[in-house]
């Protein structure tokens, strides 16, 4: 069956730094979302990309779809102690009907 | 307001009971999903559904079971037969472009 895997499991920055986490599925996706889940809390929507070699910003937040539908990434410039958290991708595969979750990327910022 | 609400925010109980989840949703969502986390890991999908009166099995479906009486609610009974029940279960709807998460409910079982 369809696997999304992302990579790193772990992530520590210094404040300031850059981040990046790479998702990658076993098969084409018809689209990917990306969620970020803070400490405590419960995973929310941040973006949903679905067009082959997107690339879209929010911010300091950069989520691109490769060419070939198959991966995707997530960069955050300059990280902020708000950036704290796990970032999950998700696919939904051209003959699924349910969203495949990544194991996600905790990010810890040092101050 | 609208959202999805998801009781008790914490549920213990001894092993060898059955617990029902509640899950509720007022955003006229069609699709519903039931997730575990386990610390540190990802959301493995135990259960989903896409209409009312239909439900699919995911990842982790054992142990567990469902209903989709009503469009609003999608509750999940953890059964004795969960050899690992205790963990934080996400519910989320969806619509075409996006998951919406209720807030969790921590079960524990001793």
């Known amino acids: 069956g369809q696997q999304v895997m992302q990579i790193p499991q772990y992530q520590h920055v210094q404040e300031g730094e850059d981040f990046t986490t790479y998702c990658n599925s076993s098969t084409t996706l018809s689209n990917i979302q990306w969620y970020k889940q803070r400490p405590g809390g419960h995973p929310v929507f941040l973006i949903q990309l679905v067009k082959s070699g997107e690339v879209k910003k929010q911010k300091r937040l950069t989520f691109q779809f490769g060419e070939a539908k198959k991966n995707s990434s997530l960069h955050i410039t300059a990280t902020q102690t708000t950036d704290v958290g796990t970032y999950f991708c998700a696919g939904l595969g051209d003959r699924d009907d349910k969203i495949i979750f990544g194991k996600g990327t905790r990010l810890h910022i040092l101050p | 307001d609208g959202g999805i609400t998801q009781s008790p925010k914490y549920l213990f109980r001894k092993e060898g009971q059955n617990v029902t989840l509640s899950c509720e949703q007022n955003?006229?969502?069609?699709?519903m999903y039931w997730y575990r986390q386990d610390p540190g890991q990802g959301l493995r999908l135990i259960y989903y559904s896409q209409i009312v009166n239909d439900f699919q099995k995911g990842d982790i479906a054992e142990g567990y079971s469902v209903s989709r009486e009503k469009k609003e609610s999608f509750p999940l009974t953890v059964t004795s037969a969960q050899k690992n029940p205790t963990a934080f279960y996400l519910c989320?709807?969806?619509?075409?472009?996006?998951?919406?998460f209720g807030p969790g409910t921590r079960l524990t079982v001793t």
């Open positions: 955003l006229n969502h069609d699709a």
């Open positions: 989320a709807s969806s619509s075409i472009n996006e998951q919406y």
